[in-house]
């Protein structure tokens, strides 16, 4: 069964950078797409950005040129750089994968049970 344990995130200032990892156990991570989701009260989760095994990502405009996701296969982690911080970014971010997801699609309905996410909170 796989699992997902997100960390880093914390209380920032507007224009300040974090940076979330995220580990995963299972084998199935090398074949998988891995991406970042954030949710926010009164909000459904939303796809941040996806990153598939050969290279191509995928990226809200709101994030675009500010954030970066990243993985390292040998650990099975999964990294979101956050820089230039907005209020607007503010809330619980979580990781997941999948395999055969095309970063290019929405996410699927199938993806793994969600970890307990990172909360980021930036002030203005």
């Known amino acids: 069964q796989v699992q997902l344990v997100e960390s880093g995130g914390g209380l920032v200032q507007a224009g300040g950078s974090l940076r979330l990892s995220c580990a995963v156990s299972?084998?199935?991570?090398?074949?998988?797409?891995v991406a970042w989701f954030r949710q926010t009260p009164g909000k459904q989760r939303e796809l941040v950005a996806a990153?598939?095994?050969?290279?191509?990502?995928n990226y809200i405009d709101s994030v675009k040129g500010r954030f970066t996701i990243s993985r390292d296969n040998t650990k099975r982690m999964v990294y979101l750089q956050m820089n230039n911080l907005r209020p607007e970014d503010t809330g619980v971010y979580y990781c997941?994968?999948?395999?055969?997801?095309?970063?290019?699609?929405?996410?699927?309905?199938?993806?793994?049970?969600w970890g307990q996410g990172t909360q980021v909170t930036v002030s203005s």
């Open positions: 299972g084998s199935v991570f090398v074949l998988s797409t």
């Open positions: 997941n994968l999948r395999a055969g997801w095309n970063v290019a699609a929405s996410p699927p309905a199938d993806l793994r049970s």
């Open positions: 990153l598939a095994i050969d290279g191509p990502t």
